[in-house]
């Protein structure tokens, strides 16, 4: 028997996964029967509200939310409890990431619920999180992340969009353009890094602005994915005149409140549970591939490849664990979430990858008039995009500078 | 020992490479691949005037008398355009099988046809169930009045939507998966009971599923011996592994040389990014990836050019190394154009396709890794 655990101050929680039956081949965690409870609840209450046949989806949708606000916070797990969150625990987090993972849930966005809420929370004034985080809370407006820029991609601090105060002070006056904006082309709104000033280091000079997408000056342009999909876009900004009370925090200050909200992005990319359900998919697929008496999971090469990637993401797991435990003894999830990225985003490819392998031929055929079995149809357009997640949210060569600096305290690591 | 190319493979290699240039910009081939019949008939009457498509055909047959030498000099080059002209399934494929085995009645009326560009004609081999095995046929043709009837489905044709005639691989006898029992026959496209599902491939080319139900032929239509036709469909299988390696190495230059420009040329953190040493190991990585496919290339080409039975084992090892080196090429280069490199706009993800389809084409690496260890 192996345990660990991790320790929060006052509540003294103690987190504890003990791993027993080494007999099985899967591990178990063995939860409190508080923890036990709490995901018979989680279960029964996405049982409950599951999509009714013929129950149009958006109202469902909107309804999901508003009975998950009553359940105490369901409908924004993460937010803290100060904010209407629920409070969980870590533990508890881990069974709602788990078992979203595995329910047919509405869908959501990240960007005004995980990306801008916790920086108006942390960095906003009273009046700007009664403005938006209700809405945000609502699901009522969609939001975009205004970051990259053509000039400025793993080096974000290199951003060149220009915001100039207008002379009475009442706005900032906006030019330049974004890249990768994803769904720019239907967000309400953006949360948007710019210039004012340019005469220090990078990093300074950096003022976080919020503005309604659908204003004159603004210009949103498809970019078009391998896989042959729109999600992600170029936008223009024109004379964009951006309202004083619009800023957040103190202007030049952006990069830092960007900052602390890219490593818990990166946390998120790491997509963990649900790479553990896909791979049951993958297995599932490869099984109905019949090859002589037996099928594709028989095969000797195509089996290691599948339980490599099995024991990578029985790894990745608890590093998250360990990553959540250590950040409830003390906070911020630090340079850790770079490893999480770096690994998550690197299963996610492999698990496409096999998707592909296990198409065989029909893994060319494209469209879904295409041929083959149902699972190869969109299984190379979601490999293909898949490339995406070891260069969004900062390359997997960046991550390793980081963990290279911050981590095991190189100093010539090649991103200064 | 000679790894040079003959004066005259010299410039058929610069002729084409010109080709490319000219004419198979991104966007010309966007277009192209778009609009009916997904190739372009100037292009591919072209190649026939230049003798291209009559290269590899033998001289008594009218052809050039040349080998898969010179089809690798071809293929290198269209690789690097991705050229979307219908060699492969034409040339390659169909003509392959009917200069090694159709009768002289039958190459007389196809083969100046195909050299003159005016007939299109594919290989339809691959079923639902065979996966990368060719010897698994279950399309079946059983002799009635002197002719044959027959019935199944074939999965991923090339060029079907084209073709004219369709050489379709069929069981005559046996058990599913045996050698011994497979016929090949040629077919009228227009022939009733043949029906076409067509539908785009993932690299910008086109395909079909092809149902034969009761299809009639007369004993003509046979190409080659009944039962004997795995040992045909085999040579001209690693034929086809030959070009396409050869097109996949085209592809793999242009790839990791458009990386190693892009990089000099974008500039991240006040650097170019192939300032940055572990970008420049990976593109030495991919650099050398491309020399060590193009060398079992010359290998297995030329290996088969003497003894293609001697050589089976090193086309195996061929098409696993260029499935396996031409998937960490293309990652590599989208990884190292960052954002830009996942998108429609640049053409190394053009390329990336293609050479992910071609590892999907006539057994992967995993397919022939188990063949090269068990042969």
């Known amino acids: 028997m192996l345990y660990f655990a991790g320790l929060r101050s006052k509540k003294i929680l103690i987190f504890t996964f003990i791993f027993t039956n080494f007999n099985t081949k899967n591990m178990h965690i063995n939860l409190s029967s508080d923890d036990l409870a709490f995901r018979d609840d989680v279960r029964s209450f996405f049982e409950e509200n599951k999509i009714k046949a013929g129950e149009d989806y958006f109202s469902w949708r909107l309804g999901w939310f508003e009975k998950a606000r009553e359940k105490g916070g369901w409908d924004v797990p993460k937010w803290p ?78 951003l060149k969009t220009k915001a100039v105060l207008s002379e009475d002070g009442k706005h900032y006056i906006v030019n330049g353009s974004k890249i990768w904006t994803t769904l720019a082309h239907v967000a309400d709104w953006i949360f948007c890094l710019t210039r004012t000033d340019d005469s220090g280091i990078k990093q300074q000079g950096i003022t976080f602005l919020l503005f309604p997408m659908k204003q004159e000056g603004i210009e949103v342009k498809p970019i078009i994915t391998l896989g042959g999909s729109h999600t992600v876009n170029t936008v223009h900004f024109t004379d ?55 099928n594709l999971m028989d095969d000797s090469s195509y089996k290691s490849k599948v339980g490599e990637l099995e024991i990578d993401l029985l790894a990745t797991e608890f590093t998250e664990l360990r990553s959540l435990a250590s950040a409830a003894a003390g906070g911020e999830p630090g340079p850790e979430s770079s490893i999480l990225k770096l690994k998550g985003t690197e299963i996610k490819q492999r698990i496409a990858k096999l998707t592909v392998e296990a198409s065989g031929i029909y893994s060319s055929a494209w469209g879904d008039k295409s041929a083959g079995p149902a699972f190869a149809k969109g299984g190379t357009a979601g490999y293909l995009n898949s490339r995406y997640f070891t260069i969004y949210g900062g390359a997997s060569e960046v991550q390793k500078d980081i963990v290279a600096k911050k981590v095991l305290g190189l100093t010539k690591g090649s991103s200064k | 020992m000679n790894f040079e190319l003959s004066e005259e493979q010299k410039m058929i290699q610069q002729s084409v490479e010109r080709f490319v240039q000219e004419n198979y910009d991104l966007t010309n081939r966007v277009k192209i691949s778009s609009e009916d019949p997904g190739y372009s008939k100037e292009y591919w009457g072209s190649m026939a005037d230049l003798g291209w498509l009559g290269l590899a055909f033998d001289e008594e047959d009218g052809g050039f008398g040349g080998n898969q030498i010179d089809t690798l000099v071809l293929m290198e080059q269209f690789g690097k355009g991705l050229v979307l002209e219908p060699f492969l399934a034409n040339i390659v494929l169909g003509g392959g099988i009917i200069k090694r085995a159709a009768s002289p009645a039958i190459k007389e009326s196809i083969i100046p046809s195909l050299m003159e560009g005016k007939l299109q004609i594919t290989l339809a081999y691959a079923e639902e169930q065979s996966r990368f095995d060719i010897e698994d046929v279950a399309t079946a043709a059983r002799e009635e009045d002197g002719g044959f009837i027959i019935n199944g489905k074939k999965s991923m044709v090339l060029n079907a939507e084209s073709a004219d005639k369709i050489i379709v691989v069929t069981r005559t006898s046996g058990s599913q998966v045996d050698e011994n029992g497979i016929s090949l026959f040629i077919v009228d496209a227009s022939s009733e009971g043949v029906e076409r599902q067509n539908f785009p491939t993932v690299d910008g080319l086109r395909a079909s599923e092809i149902t ?11 190409v080659g011996e009944k039962d004997k036709g795995f ?64 060398s079992l290339l010359f290998r297995a080409t030329l290996e088969t050019v003497e003894d293609p039975d001697l050589a089976q084992r090193t086309v195996h090892a061929l098409k696993h190394l260029i499935g396996k080196s031409g998937i960490f090429v293309g990652e590599s280069a989208v990884q190292l154009h960052g954002g830009m490199g996942v998108t429609e706009e640049l053409r190394i993800g053009h390329f990336f396709k293609r050479l992910l389809v071609i590892d999907s084409q006539f057994g992967n690496a995993d397919f022939h890794l188990d063949k090269f260890t068990n042969l």
């Not at chain 1, 990431?97 to 004034?125: H, R, S, V």
């Not at chain 2, 139900?213 to 239509?221: F, I, L, T």
């Not at chain 2, 034929?239 to 974008?266: H, P, W």
Request: a negative charge; aromatic letters at 10%; charged letters at 25%.
């Open chain 1, 240 to 294: 964009v005149k951006v309202p004083v009370e619009n800023m957040i925090g103190e202007e030049g200050k952006g990069w830092t409140y960007a900052k602390g909200l890219l490593e818990h992005e990166r946390t998120g990319l790491a997509g963990l549970s649900k790479s553990l359900v896909e791979l049951e998919q993958l297995k599932d697929n490869a099984r109905s591939v019949q090859r002589g008496n037996g």
């Open chain 2, 231 to 294: 040992k045909i469909l085999q040579a001209v299988v690693n034929d086809a592994i030959l070009a396409l390696s050869a097109e996949a190495v085209g592809a793999m230059e242009v790839l990791y040389k458009d990386t190693v420009e892009y990089t000099q040329q974008r500039e991240q953190f006040d650097h170019a990014l192939s300032d940055f040493q572990v970008l420049q190991h990976r593109m030495v990585d991919m650099f050398m990836e491309y020399e060590q496919c193009k």
């Open chain 1, 81 to 158: 409890e100060k904010f209407g969150g629920p409070g969980w625990t870590p533990t508890q987090h881990y069974i709602w990431e788990q078992e979203t993972a595995k329910a047919n849930i509405p869908f959501d966005l990240p960007f005004g619920l995980g990306m801008l809420a916790p920086i108006l929370m942390n960095y906003g004034n009273e009046e700007q999180q009664k403005r938006f985080m209700p809405d945000i809370r609502d699901r009522k407006v969609n939001w975009c992340q205004g970051y990259s820029e053509p000039g400025a991609g793993s080096d974000l601090a290199n």
């Open chain 2, 212 to 222: 034969f139900e009761d299809v009639k032929v007369s004993s003509e239509a046979l």
